[in-house]
Structure formats: C-alpha cells, structure tokens
C-alpha cells in the first residue's frame, strides 16, 4: 500500500503505482461503476458538507446577474455547479458541463436537461485536451475533479486557454487539513468509514478506497496554488473549507 511512482511512465492510482497510459481508464471505471449512486453517496460521505463547500464556490465566483456569462463546468459529473451557476447568473447565461464520463453526463442529464432547457450543455471530453475555442468561456470550475486528472498540468493549460481575458479558474477539491487532531479523526473516518458506506450503498468498496486514497496524493494548497500559477493564472488565491479538508483555489486570465 502507499506505493509510489518507481519510473517516469507509472503514476498513482490511489496509493497504487500504475501505468500513466491505464490511468484514465481505471478512473473511468470507477465512475462508471458509482455514477447512479454517486450523488447519494455524496450526501452521505459527506454529512451534506458538499453542498455547502458547492455553494461557497460559487458565492466566490460571483456570477452576474445581468451580464451573460459562458461557464465550463470540467468533470463536472452530475451538474451541482452547473445548476447553481445557473439558479443565481442572469438568464442569459450558459453553463457546459464536459466529463469524460458517459455514466456520469447521463446521470446529469436525467436530473436536469428539462429544466434548464439550452441554457445547459452537456459534453463529453476530456481535462486534458478540451475541444474548445480559445477563449471561450468566462468562467471554468472543476470541483472534485482534478485529482482524478492524470497530467493535471495539461488541465491547466487547457483551462487557461478555453478562458477569455478577464476569465476566471476556480477549483474545489479535497486538501490538507490544517489542524492535527481532526487530520486524526479525518483519516480514521476516510479509510475506515468511507469505504464500508461505498460497499454498503454503492456496493463498491474499491471505487471508495481509491477516492480516499487520491486525496492523499493530491499536492496540498500552496503546491496546488503554485502549479496554477504555473498555468499563466494571475492573483491566484486558495481559502480552506472546513479546516481544510477541502480548498478552493482561484485564478485569473489576464
Ligand atoms: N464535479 C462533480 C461534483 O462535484 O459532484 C463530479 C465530481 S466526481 C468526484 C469526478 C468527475 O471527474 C467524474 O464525473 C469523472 O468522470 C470526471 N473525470 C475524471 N477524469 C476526467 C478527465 N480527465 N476529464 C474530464 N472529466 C474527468
């Protein structure tokens, strides 16, 4: 357990070394697996916290309720941001959701394509190579997504270049905890808890283990921060959420 990466062409799939190239596809199967489930299961793992930390990004985001604004929901799964996007932006705004999972976009679709009519998109594709315009869109959000990205870098830089000047790149993902005693309690909850729950409601314990294990392996907030910058984005900011078992991270095109 806790292996890692031994050369250049291996990569982590939870605490397991794989091969880069199978990555993406042991992730897609995990996603697949846990799509009619996975909102459910969200609920549940989370004591409803992940509509709250949803509902701070997109306070943070700050749509326009009179301007028409174009966002890019990546990974965006069953359409939580997408919907709240769109229930406070002005009516004349548009949200994409692009996933690289079929399972998951038709989980999101059942749920919402009635109600918000063309307002909502649906795409699939992937993180790492967007088919985008340049500059197309005015806000990109990735919640809960990037970790299960395999060359985040690329993710990035496609983020950055989907995004208009003047556009803005938030992401929602799990992150270091900052304080020692609930780091504790939280590891003992996400390896021991977790997984049981994902048997017992997802029938799937694996899936469950792997999402615990890549929190892990994802880079805490000021590494995270770094690499966004990296990108090209500018005044990039990070605010924990609940201590830090989650963080939103946030970036500017210039
Ligand atoms: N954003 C949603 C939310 O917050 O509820 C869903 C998050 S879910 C944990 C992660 C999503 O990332 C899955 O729907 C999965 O299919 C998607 N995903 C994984 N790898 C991806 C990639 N390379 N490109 C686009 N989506 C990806």
């Not at 805490?220 to 078992?245: H, K, P, T, W």
Request: with cysteine.
């Amino acid at each position: 357990m806790n292996s890692n990466p031994s050369s250049d062409n291996e990569t982590s799939f939870g605490f397991r070394a794989v091969p880069q190239n199978e990555r993406q596809s042991l992730v897609n199967n995990v996603f697949a697996r846990v799509a009619d489930s996975y909102d459910v299961m969200n609920d549940l793992m989370s004591g409803g916290m992940h509509r709250l930390w949803k509902n701070d990004l997109i306070n943070w985001l700050a749509p326009s309720k009179t301007a028409p604004q174009a966002l890019l929901d990546v990974a965006g799964g069953t359409g939580d941001i997408a919907r709240r996007f769109l229930d406070v932006a002005g009516p004349r705004s548009s949200a994409t959701i692009c996933d690289i999972s079929a399972e998951m976009l038709a989980a999101g679709r059942k749920k919402l394509a009635d109600r918000y009519g063309e307002r909502l998109r649906f795409v699939q594709g992937n993180a790492e190579s967007l088919a985008f315009p340049d500059r197309t869109f005015d806000a990109y959000t990735i919640a809960f997504g990037i970790r299960n990205v395999t060359d985040i870098e690329a993710a990035l830089a496609e983020a950055f270049r989907v995004l208009k000047r003047g556009g803005r790149f938030v992401c929602l993902e799990f992150s270091q905890v900052q304080t020692p005693i609930v780091d504790r309690i939280y590891d003992a909850y996400s390896f021991r808890v977790i997984p049981r729950l994902g048997e017992l409601v997802a029938k799937d314990g694996d899936a469950y283990r792997y999402l615990v294990e890549s929190i892990r392996r994802f880079p805490d907030q000021d590494r995270f921060a770094a690499m966004i910058r990296a990108a090209g984005f500018e005044r990039v900011q990070y605010r924990n959420l609940s201590g830090g078992i989650a963080a939103l991270h946030s970036g500017w095109r210039i």
